[in-house]
């Protein structure tokens, strides 16, 4: 029995595939938790998307910027852009089942493994935010966009602004803040000011930011934290950490994180990936 925590698919459909044959994962024995970015720049977002239902109970997902944009193109809020590749999906047969599907997927999830804590989110957790804090402000936006006013929400849900966290922020604010923290942050200030323009990895931050898991004194530092989102940053297994994004899109590797009874060892398993997109 393992769990297995998978990186960015973003719609290659046979690299998933084939990375499931070759760790033999089995429904009845195993748990996947997707880190987010389902779907979006591959050649088969629809695919993965059945391919994990498939899967029932034993597979678990959270919801990355790409997914969230899905959301927003499939209720009128936005276009897809030049380099989107959602149409599988919107045009599918099915279409009303995967979109469904997906808006009730989670914004975080928990798990204690050896008696410790292990935090999954798509991009980052924000250093003013606890792991608990953490878990009640996914649950937050979970419930919109499990709700009837999803259409209302992906409306206000782009955005940079406010680029910093404060227990004071309300309504669509509030929760734009959440979705910004929790699917597209990398770097931040010491005091939690996030960066969206950046893309590069953890080396070149930009002036007075920092990755923001290099953040001193972050509140849910105690937990180990695993994420997608950075490509540039690539696989990390430390301590505390783990970063499983290696650009499968971009004719990366496509990483699975296999974790055992405890969170000391972690084995990086990946299988090469046909370029989809090229960066830039």
């Given at each position: 029995?393992?769990?297995?925590?998978?990186?960015?698919?973003?719609?290659?459909d046979d690299a998933l595939q084939r990375l499931l044959d070759h760790i033999d994962f089995s429904p009845s024995r195993d748990t996947l938790v997707l880190l987010g970015d389902l779907v979006n720049r591959g050649p088969d977002s629809a695919g993965v998307l059945r391919?994990?239902?498939?899967?029932?109970?034993?597979?678990?997902?959270?919801?990355?910027?790409?997914?969230?944009?899905?959301?927003?193109?499939?209720?009128?809020?936005?276009?897809?852009?030049?380099?989107d590749t959602l149409d599988g999906i919107l045009e599918a047969p099915d279409r009303d089942a995967l979109i469904d599907w997906l808006r009730h997927q989670s914004m975080a999830l928990h798990q204690t493994i050896g008696g410790r804590d292990l935090l999954m989110v798509h991009a980052g957790v924000l250093p003013q935010w606890s792991i608990g804090q953490t878990l009640v402000l996914a649950a937050e936006v979970e419930s919109v966009l499990r709700g009837p006013t999803l259409g209302e929400f992906v409306r206000t849900m782009y955005g940079n602004e406010p680029a910093q966290w404060s227990d004071a922020l309300t309504g669509h604010a509030r929760l734009r803040a959440v979705v910004n923290g929790l699917t597209r942050l990398r770097f931040c200030t010491a005091d939690g000011v996030m960066d969206?323009?950046?893309?590069?990895?953890?080396?070149?931050?930009?002036?007075?930011?920092?990755?923001?898991?290099?953040?001193?004194?972050?509140?849910?530092?105690?937990?180990?934290?695993?994420?997608?989102?950075?490509?540039?940053l690539g696989w990390i297994a430390r301590p505390g950490l783990i970063s499983t994004d290696t650009g499968c899109v971009w004719g990366g590797c496509l990483s699975a994180a296999r974790i055992g009874d405890t969170l000391d060892a972690i084995e990086h398993v990946e299988v090469r990936c046909d370029q989809a997109q090229k960066p830039g």
């Open positions: 029995m393992a769990l297995y925590l998978i990186g960015d698919v973003q719609g290659c391919r994990v239902q498939r899967l029932g109970g034993a597979a678990r997902s959270l919801l990355g910027n790409h997914d969230l944009h899905l959301l927003g193109v499939a209720h009128g809020a936005r276009k897809s852009g030049r380099k969206f323009d950046t893309k590069d990895s953890a080396d070149a931050p930009p002036p007075g930011y920092m990755p923001w898991f290099d953040v001193p004194d972050r509140r849910a530092a105690a937990a180990t934290i695993a994420f997608g989102h950075w490509s540039t």
